[in-house]
C-alpha cells in the first residue's frame, strides 16, 4: 500500500506552563503539580491517495488531538507527519498548506465580523492561489460546489443556519486546495435531517477532488458509512485498525467490540426491548492511565500479561492490526 | 390500557416575542400509563423541550400556556398556582436536564443538596436523608456511594453527575419524570450504561417516563411508543417498532430513510431537502410541505390528526397507505 498521508510515532503531551520559580519549588520538592497528560502516544499509521480513515472512540481518547497533529495546528511532542514525503510541520511551525481542516462547531469557527465571502478568500488570497481582483469569482465557484447561492458572500454568518454555516466551513478548507481534509466531529451539531445533506456533500467532494480524509468522530454509523478503514483509539492509543467492514462485523480487540456493543441501534423489526451489553466502568484519568494496556481493568479477556507489558499493535488478519494479546480469542467469539 | 398517570390534551404553548408570536408547542395531545417510556422526538426548534417544561410548568414569559390541559394524576396543571406547583415538581412530577453541571450546585455537596431536595416536601432527619440518598445514588449505579455524599459536582465525572440528577429525579418516586436529552453530552459507553439503568428503574418503580431526544436509535431500543414532532406539533406517534418498522409521515419516513445505519456504506443517503422553517413564519397548512414530495394543493390547509388503533398521524398523503383507504 503507498502511503500518501504517513504519521509516524507520533505522540503528544500536554502538561502545565510552570514558571521558574515553580521549576524551582519543583526541583527542591515542594509539591507543584508537574504530571501530564499523554494526549497521543505512539501513534503510526498511514492513508492511501483518496482514501478515507475513521477514527473513532470516546471523548478523552486523543482523537481530536490526533486530527491537530495530522492538521499541523499542535506541534508532536514526538514523531513526524508527512504528506507525499513533505513534513507538515518544520521547527514548530506549519511549512505546508495541503491539509486543511473543518471543525465540528460552524457557530464558533466562523468569524462572526467577517463577511462569509471574505472568511473563504482570505487563506487563498494569502497564499496566492487567487488574487484580491479575482477573490470574488473563485470564492463564487467554491460557495456553489458546496451548494451555497454564490450571491450570499456579503453576508455574515449569524445570517446562516447551521448546515449552511457548515458548508461555508467546507469551502473556507477546500479553497485551500488541500490534498488532505480532517473533519473533526463535522456533523455532530447538527440536526439529523441536516447531516444527511453534509455527509452527501462530503462524499461527492471527496470524490470529485479526490480527497484523502481523516473523518473524526464519535458516530459509528456516520463513520462506517464515509470510511473505507477505520482506527479505533481510548487512552491515547490506537488498538485497532483495519478495514470498515471487518472491523465493525468482527472487531479483534476486545474494547472496540465493547464499544460497538454498547452503541444504541436503530431497531426496526423487535417488538420487545432491545438487549445492551454496556462496558462496565468508566475511562481512566488520562494522568494516571492503568500499566500495560490501559483497557485491562474493564476488560473481560485481561489476563496477568495484560497489567505489565503494553500490548503491541500487532497484524491479526490481512491488513488489521489490534493492539491486544489476546486479539485471536476475541476474534474467536465471534 | 390502564388508567393514564399524566394526559395531555391540545396544549398550546405559545411565546409573544417583540418579532411575533411563536408557537412553540400547538396542539399536542398524549396519554402516559404508569411505567410507561414515551419517546418524544423532534429536531432542534421542534417544540420538544418546551413541551417538557410546560408540564412542569417552568415556560418563563414571554411565553406561556395558552390553552390546552394537562392532568397529572386526575389533577389538571393548566393555571394552578405557583405554590400549586411547586408542591407537586419534584414530588409527582421531575426533571432531567440535558447538562449536568448546570443542574447541579457547584457550591454544595451531593449530600446537601439531595437533603434540600427532600425537606422541600418532607421532613426528614438529617441521618434518615443521608440513608436515603445513599441508597438512591447506589441504586443508579454509583459506587461507595454513602462516602461520595460529603463530595462537590465538580469532583464527579459527566456520566457520575448525571446519575446523580437523576438520583435527584426519583428522590420522591413521581409519577412521571421528564428526561430532556440526558445522555447527549455523554459518551456512548457511558449513555449505554445509563439507558439501561432507566429502563430498570422505570419498570421497578412504576414511574412513567417521557424522553426527550433527536437521536431515534437511542429511542428505538428505550421507549415503547414515539410521539414525533416537527415545528411544535406532534405530526405522528405510535408503538415504537411500527411507528419505526412502517412510518405514515413523509417527516418521519425521511429522518428515518436519511440514518447512515439505514443505507449502503458509502451511497448517497437519502436527504430530506431544505432546513426547518423559522416559528415565526410558518407556512400556511401543513408545516412539512414545502419539504414534502407527496405535498399536494390540499396540504396547504392544516391536516387533523388522524387517528388509527394505537397510532396517528397528521398527513393527507400518509405514506404505506394507499390514497383511497385514506378518504
Known sequence: MSAFLSVANVSRSFGPNLTTGEKIAARLGASVETRHVQAVSGVSLTVRKGETLGLVGESGCGKSTLG???????????????????????????????????????????????????????????HGLTTKAQAKAYVAEWFGRVGLDPAWVDRYPHQFSGGQRQRIAIARALAMQPDVLICDEPVASLDVSIQAQIINLFLQLQRDLDLTCVFISHDLSVVRHVSERVAVMYLGRIVELGPVGQVFERPAHPYTAALFGSVPKLVLDADELVHFEPIEGEVPSPLSPPPGCHYHPRCPLASEVCALDIPPLRDVREGRVAACHHAEAQLQRY | ??????????????????????KAVDDVSFDLAAGEIMGLVGESGSGKTVTGFSLLGLVDAPG????????????????MSQRGLRARRGREISMIFQDPIATLNP???????MRLAMEAHERTSRRGADTRAAELLSQVGIPSARERLGAYPHEFSGGMRQRVAIAVALLHRPSVIVADEPTTALDVSIQAQILFQMRDLARETGTALIW????????????????????????????????????????????????????????????????????????????????????????????????????????????????????
Open chain 2, 107 to 113: 457550591m454544595l455537596t451531593i449530600g446537601q443538596q
Open chain 2, 212 to 327: 426527550i431526544s433527536h437521536d431515534l436509535a437511542v429511542v428505538s431500543s428505550l421507549a415503547s411508543k414515539l410521539a414525533v414532532m416537527y415545528a411544535g406539533r406532534i405530526v405522528e406517534q405510535g408503538p415504537t417498532a411500527t411507528l419505526l418498522r412502517d412510518p405514515r409521515h413523509p417527516y418521519t419516513a425521511g429522518l428515518i430513510a436519511s440514518l447512515p445505519a439505514t443505507a449502503e456504506p458509502g451511497a448517497p443517503l437519502s436527504q430530506i431537502p431544505g432546513t426547518t422553517p423559522s416559528l415565526l413564519s410558518l407556512p400556511k397548512g401543513c408545516p412539512f410541505a414545502p419539504r414534502c414530495a407527496r405535498a399536494s394543493d390540499v396540504c396547504a390547509t392544516d391536516p387533523a390528526l388522524e387517528a388509527r388503533g394505537d397510532r396517528a398521524w397528521r398527513c393527507f398523503h400518509p405514506v404505506g397507505l394507499s390514497e383511497g383507504a385514506v378518504s
Open chain 1, 68 to 126: 491537530r497533529l495530522i492538521a499541523g495546528i499542535l506541534p508532536p511532542s514526538e514523531g513526524t507527519v508527512q504528506i507525499d514525503g513533505a513534513p507538515v510541520m518544520q521547527g514548530g511551525r506549519k511549512v505546508t498548506t495541503r491539509v486543511q481542516t473543518v471543525f465540528q462547531d460552524p457557530f464558533a469557527s466562523l468569524d462572526p465580523r467577517m463577511k462569509v465571502g471574505m472568511t473563504v478568500a482570505e487563506g487563498p488570497i494569502a
Open chain 2, 1 to 22: 390500557m390502564s388508567v393514564p398517570v399524566l394526559s395531555v390534551r391540545d396544549l398550546r404553548t405559545h411565546f409573544f416575542t417583540r418579532a411575533g408570536v411563536v
Open chain 2, 64 to 79: 406561556r400556556i395558552v390553552g390546552g390541559s394537562i392532568k397529572l394524576n386526575g389533577t389538571e396543571l393548566v393555571g
